[in-house]
Structures are given as C-alpha cells and as structure tokens.
C-alpha cells in the first residue's frame, strides 16, 4: 500500500495502541520505532496494531504511518482511527443451566459431574503475519 517512489516510513501512534513489525523471512516481530525514527520499506513488511483495553469513545485511538523517498523527504502518509470494543465472556460456571456473571466458580475449574467451571476451546495463535 506504499506509494511510489517511498523507500521507508516510520509510525506515529496514540497511547492506548500497540504497534509491531514484523518482515518475510524474520521470525521475531519488533516493536515499532518511536517518533522521528524510520524504517526500510520491504515487501511482505506487515504493521500490526493492538490495543489492551477499552475504548472511552468512538475512534480515540490512531496510527499514523508516512512514507518518505530517498533522503528522508516526506511524500505520503496514511491513518487509521481505532476504537476498542471490551468483551465479557460470561458463562455456565457451575454448570447448572444458568449464567451468572458474578460467579466464583469462574477463577478455577474442576473436572466431574460435580465440577465447576467453563469448558472453552479458542484458537487464536499467529500462526502467520
């Protein structure tokens, strides 16, 4: 999504946003430089943003990224705004066929008929960028 002729960019962002780079070929993922510092603008170089917790209103988040030619000259740049949604996973902890959202059996789990606590199975591993 680079224009033409950028040859780095560098990533400006808010607070409440994590952002990491990660290339073709490198295994480990970096975080993104700070203000004023740049990067060498390859193909299969991927951003990835996250934030770790919720939004206080619509779109209070952004990342920045610019794109600059040879010499450090600016020629572009592109933003998205980010608002982060909190979820809740409330569940049947004591298996009794009701939700509670406050129950204390959520922090441990016990296997049986008579155990308590949430069967859930995710996957949500990065097995690429």
């Known amino acids: ?3 033409p002729g950028a040859v780095s960019f560098g990533v400006k962002h808010t607070e409440g946003v994590s952002v990491e780079v990660a290339r073709w070929g490198q295994a480990e993922v ?3 430089p700070g203000s004023g510092a740049s990067w060498p603008l390859e193909e ?3 951003l990835r943003f ?3 917790q919720a939004s206080s209103e619509v779109n209070d988040n952004k990342v920045t990224v610019s794109f600059y030619a040879e010499g450090g000259q600016p020629i572009s ?4 705004f980010l608002t982060g949604v ?3 996973l409330d569940v049947d902890a004591d298996r009794d066929g009701v939700v509670e959202k406050n ?3 959520k922090a ?3 296997w049986g008929p008579g155990g308590h606590g949430a069967i859930l199975l995710v996957s949500c591993d990065k097995e690429s960028p």
């Not at 740049?77 to 998205?80: E, I, K, L, M, P």
């Open 103 to 105: 129950n204390p059996n």
């Open 108 to 110: 441990s789990w016990t």
């Open 86 to 88: 909190g979820i809740s």
């Open 77 to 80: 740049q592109a933003g998205v």
């Open 44 to 46: 299969g170089t991927v």
């Open 50 to 52: 996250s934030m770790s």
């Open 30 to 32: 970096g975080e993104a």
């Open 1 to 3: 999504a680079a224009p």
